[in-house]
């Protein structure tokens, strides 16, 4: 496909073919309406906000970040994060091993659950929670009874953030699983390994990759998450404003200082996120290159 045509019908060697192959003026435009794209809708708005964040100097940035509500949310976000991630690790790969590795009815429902966090709004999401255990919904009156609190509390924000994040993981993993097979496995059942045995030495040193690039993904949405937990959240200060709901609370009432110092610290962890997923693409792709120089020395 790299602009090459075999020539069919004869022995003669493959030749290039211009017939892909754009011209330099064309290829230019094209990166040029990238870069442009880039710094106008990524690059530029970033160093607004980092701009805008140091305006005042360090010590008015250090200041909005040590305030008191401002420690609450990054804890919350963290809280959340912390336990909805691990949460959708099992999740995801009990999923993905089971629509890959067996044959089941439902298997195709099974797949549109997990899908369905993409095609619902985070809001709705969020409403839906509170319909369900707030003080109009049916179990409102059993939770009151064993002094249970999900919503306008840190439970409420934990689901809300489970439901946005978890497609992330099965996602990353059903693809890689399915390309894979099912051959590895069966050999090692075959000569007498248990499933965890398969599982812990066949398939997740064959998964680990794309399982730590969903844990990353699921990583930066659980922190950067808004509609769903903003609804569940009540905007109660220093107790269930997560760091994007302090953001826009500092906005709103013209802190300006610190929302964009809360919205810089967003931004530094999208970027270590995006660093960290770069670096492991890069070792993926030198043990696949390592892998595949020691596959021809072998006589």
């Given at each position: 496909?790299?602009?090459?045509?075999?020539?069919?019908?004869?022995?003669?060697?493959?030749?290039?073919?211009?017939?892909?192959?754009?011209?330099?003026?064309?290829?230019?435009?094209?990166?040029?309406?990238?870069?442009?794209?880039?710094?106008?809708?990524?690059?530029?708005?970033?160093?607004?906000?980092?701009?805008?964040?140091?305006?005042?100097?360090?010590?008015?940035?250090?200041?909005?970040?040590?305030?008191?509500?401002?420690?609450?949310?990054?804890?919350?976000?963290?809280?959340?994060?912390?336990?909805?991630?691990?949460?959708?690790?099992?999740?995801?790969?009990?999923?993905?091993?089971?629509?890959?590795?067996?044959?089941?009815?439902?298997?195709?429902?099974?797949?549109?659950?997990?899908?369905?966090?993409?095609?619902?709004?985070?809001?709705?999401?969020?409403?839906?929670?509170v319909l369900l255990y707030g003080s109009h919904g049916p179990l409102w009156s059993w939770?009151?009874?064993?002094?249970?609190?999900?919503?306008?509390?840190?439970?409420?924000?934990?689901?809300?953030?489970?439901?946005?994040?978890?497609?992330?993981?099965?996602?990353?993993?059903?693809?890689?699983?399915?390309?894979?097979?099912?051959?590895?496995?069966?050999?090692?059942?075959?000569?007498?390994?248990?499933?965890?045995?398969?599982?812990?030495?066949?398939?997740?040193?064959?998964?680990?990759?794309?399982?730590?690039?969903?844990?990353?993904?699921?990583?930066?949405?659980?922190?950067?998450?808004?509609?769903?937990?903003?609804?569940?959240?009540?905007?109660?200060?220093?107790?269930?404003?997560?760091?994007?709901?302090?953001?826009?609370?500092?906005?709103?009432?013209?802190?300006?200082?610190?929302?964009?110092?809360?919205?810089?610290?967003?931004?530094?962890?999208?970027?270590?996120?995006?660093?960290?997923?770069?670096?492991?693409?890069?070792?993926?792709?030198?043990?696949?290159?390592?892998?595949?120089?020691?596959?021809?020395?072998?006589?």
């Amino acid at each position: 496909m790299a602009g090459t045509i075999t020539t069919l019908g004869n022995s003669h060697a493959p030749r290039i073919s211009n017939v892909t192959q754009e011209s330099r003026p064309v290829r230019w435009l094209l990166i040029s309406l990238a870069i442009a794209f880039l710094f106008l809708f990524l690059a530029l708005p970033l160093a607004a906000v980092f701009s805008e964040a140091f305006s005042r100097g360090w010590q008015v940035y250090w200041q909005a970040l040590q305030e008191p509500d401002a420690w609450a949310a990054i804890r919350l976000t963290l809280i959340a994060a912390g336990i909805a991630v691990p949460l959708n690790v099992i999740f995801g790969v009990a999923a993905a091993w089971a629509i890959t590795k067996f044959s089941f009815r439902g298997k195709q429902f099974l797949i549109t659950l997990i899908d369905l966090p993409f095609a619902v709004s985070p809001v709705i999401a969020g409403l839906t929670y509170v319909l369900l255990y707030g003080s109009h919904g049916p179990l409102w009156s059993w939770l009151s009874e064993h002094d249970i609190k999900i919503i306008f509390a840190t439970p409420g924000i934990v689901m809300a953030t489970i439901f946005v994040t978890f497609p992330f993981i099965a996602r990353e993993l059903i693809p890689l699983m399915e390309e894979q097979g099912t051959s590895h496995e069966e050999a090692a059942l075959t000569l007498g390994a248990s499933g965890w045995q398969t599982f812990r030495r066949i398939t997740l040193p064959a998964i680990k990759w794309g399982l730590l690039y969903g844990i990353i993904l699921c990583n930066a949405r659980a922190m950067g998450e808004f509609g769903a937990v903003s609804v569940v959240s009540g905007h109660i200060r220093g107790q269930t404003n997560t760091l994007p709901l302090h953001i826009e609370i500092a906005y709103n009432e013209y802190h300006f200082a610190a929302a964009f110092a809360c919205a810089s610290l967003l931004a530094l962890l999208a970027l270590a996120t995006l660093f960290v997923k770069s670096l492991l693409e890069w070792k993926e792709r030198h043990e696949r290159f390592l892998a595949s120089q020691a596959a021809r020395k072998e006589p």
